[in-house]
T-cell receptor, first 115, second 112 residues
Framework: EAQVTQNPRYLITVTGKKLTVTCSQN?????MSWYRQDPGLGLRQIYYSMNVEVTDKGDVPEGYKVSRKEKRNFPLILESPSPNQTSLYFC??????????????FGPGTRLTVT | GENVEQHPSTLSVQEGDSAVIKCTYS??????FPWYKQELGKRPQLIIDIRSNVGEKKDQRIAVTLNKTAKHFSLHITETQPEDSAVYFC???????????FGTGTSLTVIP
């Protein structure tokens, strides 16, 4: 089954404790992206990747890191989480980079709480 | 960067009535405008999209219109049903398609 998976689905952590949210897709998609969703703010793009070893900042990259060492995986890293990073995070993938008309498939989401 | 504004933030309609959600964008270079539906606790899913060389697109009860001159686009849902209740997001993307800018969402409630 074609899908985007994220782990963990729920995470409660403390300020400053490094964490990684994994994202994996089995559709051989070139493009992957991370978004955060906050009430009243919609979805905001954190980072995106056009292919292996090619990543770029979205609208709200501060406090986050990403890597794309393999085509299928695009982990989101919070080196020193802070309470303002409490949010619902979505990973998404799309068949081709450079062509937005291909449908973007979203993962199930990761709800992160930083205390 | 691009700024996408979406109105209204909440919308209640009677079953069978029409619903209209409007978005404006700021960057005239944006040329792709998707709409997503997000049911409670679920992931966003694409329901319809439009490119800047098209003024209107329909898919059964859903239609999207685009006015490039005024830089606004709208989602129209006709004959609404309770299962249309969800949060709807508009978005805009540049030709390269790597950055997406979302509106703040509209919570639609269809009253049976």
């Amino acid at each position: 089954e074609a899908q985007v998976t994220q782990n963990p689905r729920y995470l409660i952590t403390v300020t400053g404790k490094k964490l990684t949210v994994t994202c994996s897709q089995n559709m051989n998609h070139e493009y992957m992206s991370w978004y955060r969703q906050d009430p009243g703010l919609g979805l905001r793009q954190i980072y995106y990747s056009m292919n292996v070893e090619v990543t770029d900042k979205g609208d709200v990259p501060e406090g986050y890191k990403v890597s794309r060492k393999e085509k299928r995986n695009f982990p989101l890293i919070l080196e020193s989480p802070s309470p303002n990073q409490t949010s619902l995070y979505f990973c998404a993938s799309r068949r081709l980079a450079g062509d937005p008309t291909y449908e973007q498939y979203f993962g199930p989401g990761t709800r992160l709480t930083v205390t | 960067g691009e700024n996408v504004e979406q109105h209204p933030s909440t919308l209640s309609v009677q079953e069978g009535d029409s619903a209209v959600i409007k978005c404006t964008y700021s960057d005239s270079a944006s040329n792709y405008f998707p709409w997503y539906k997000q049911e409670l606790g679920k992931r966003p899913q694409l329901i319809i999209d439009i490119r800047s060389n098209v003024g209107e697109k329909k898919d059964q009860r859903i239609a999207v219109t685009l006015n490039k001159t005024a830089k606004h686009f709208s989602l129209h849902i006709t004959e609404t049903q309770p299962e249309d209740s969800a949060v709807y997001f508009c978005a805009a993307s540049h030709p390269a398609g790597n950055q997406f800018y979302f509106g703040t969402g509209t919570s639609l409630t269809v009253i049976p």
